[in-house]
């Protein structure tokens, strides 16, 4: 039979006060009595039950990562900083993959409010207005992580996702680029509605309407980019090549992998007739054979201060502060898939980087 508490303050010689004032960390507890139950803890093989720790504390030392496809490289490095975050503070992260569905977040988060966990982060976020409620009236602290919610108050960190789209669809038309194409990821995404708003603008400020015709939905996932590229060759299918694109600018590296693949599918070359940019700078846009043109994201990072921001919620030092947004900037890395190295370009923008030499090619 597994020991209990009170079996470690009988071994210990100290109260079961004393015991639990020592789990929960009392800096009152005097160091004779502390290394005494630390001792009898350690010899017993006594495990803390977290759970009923929380009944007294009103933690459990686990909060709840909410993501939406851990298959996405941009997740597992947002989970990356949560959790090297969370082990500082001496908490455990569960995590939950939703694959974007809006049931299975629902689901989800009913398991996290099950386990009493001491505060929810969201990369993924299809939620409504009732979750948001029962958060609220649970009073678990909760933080959007690159995403938001419209119309929700709430901590978050995100990057300027405006200024990402700005910058690669602005570094498209310095190239010389007219006819640039969007494949978007859904809809209710802030981000991706975000890194539209950018593209027109950059379109705009050129004197360049945007055009329905070249923008295309995808859903963030590489088959979904290969969709998305294909829907927009198969629009000017059969029309004189001044009516399809020329340049592409992917709402994120995973559905740019999915476009390459259609494109090459259907005798093109990049860049030479498709100029290609993606949006987040995941490990594999780097590697030799892809170069892939992208906006850096700072993803550790993301999730890294989600993760603090949460905690001072859930220790009170935010106290009743008014909800915290953090905008974290954007980088343009220019590789081979946009044609730069061709020698079109004559400056670059702030809050650019040019690939290293080996990437020029």
């Not at 502390?34 to 039950?49: G, L, S």
């Not at 386990?115 to 009732?130: A, C, L």
């Not at 993803?299 to 909800?323: E, Q």
Request: hydrophobic share 40%; aromatic share 6%.
């Amino acid at each position: 039979m597994a020991p209990t508490i009170r079996d470690v303050a009988r071994a210990a010689g100290v109260s079961k006060s004393t015991v639990s004032r020592v789990l929960n960390g009392d800096p009152n507890v005097s160091a004779e009595s502390r290394n005494a139950v630390m001792a009898a803890m350690k010899e017993m093989r006594y495990t803390p039950n977290a759970l009923a720790r929380g009944l007294n504390t009103r933690r459990t030392g686990t909060i709840g990562l909410i993501l939406s496809d851990i298959t996405n490289p941009f997740h597992a490095e947002v989970a990356r900083g949560v959790e090297d975050l969370a082990s500082d503070y001496e908490s455990n992260v569960i995590l939950c993959n939703t694959d974007g569905r809006p049931k299975k977040e629902s689901a989800y988060m009913d398991l996290l409010l099950e386990k009493r966990v001491d505060g929810i982060i969201f990369t993924s976020v299809k939620m409504d207005e009732s979750d948001v409620t029962e958060l609220r009236a649970r009073r678990v602290p909760f933080v959007f992580a690159g995403r938001t919610l419209p119309d929700v108050e709430a901590d978050s960190v995100v990057v300027d996702n405006v200024l990402g789209g700005f910058q690669a669809t602005n570094h498209l038309i310095g190239l010389g680029h007219h006819r640039i194409a969007y494949m978007a990821g859904p809809s209710h995404v802030s981000a991706s509605v975000d890194r539209y708003e950018g593209y027109c603008q950059a379109l705009r400020k050129a004197g360049i309407e945007p055009d329905p015709e070249l923008v295309a939905e995808g859903d963030f996932k590489q088959e979904g980019g290969y969709r998305a590229m294909s829907v927009l060759l198969d629009r000017v299918a059969g029309r004189t090549a001044a009516a399809g694109p020329t340049a592409v600018f992917a709402a994120n590296d995973y559905m740019a992998i999915g476009a390459l693949e259609a494109i090459f599918e259907r005798g093109l070359r990049v860049p030479e007739d498709m100029a290609m940019v993606g949006f987040d700078d995941i490990a594999f846009a780097r590697l030799h054979l892809v170069q892939l043109t992208t906006v850096a994201q700072p993803k550790y990072d993301i999730g890294a201060i989600a993760a603090r921001m949460l905690f001072d919620r859930i220790s009170g030092a935010s106290g009743d502060d008014a909800p915290r947004r953090v905008v974290l900037p954007p980088r343009l890395v220019i590789r081979r898939t946009c044609g730069d190295h061709l020698g079109t370009r004559a400056f670059m923008e702030p809050g650019t980087e040019r690939a290293g030499a080996g990437a020029q090619a």
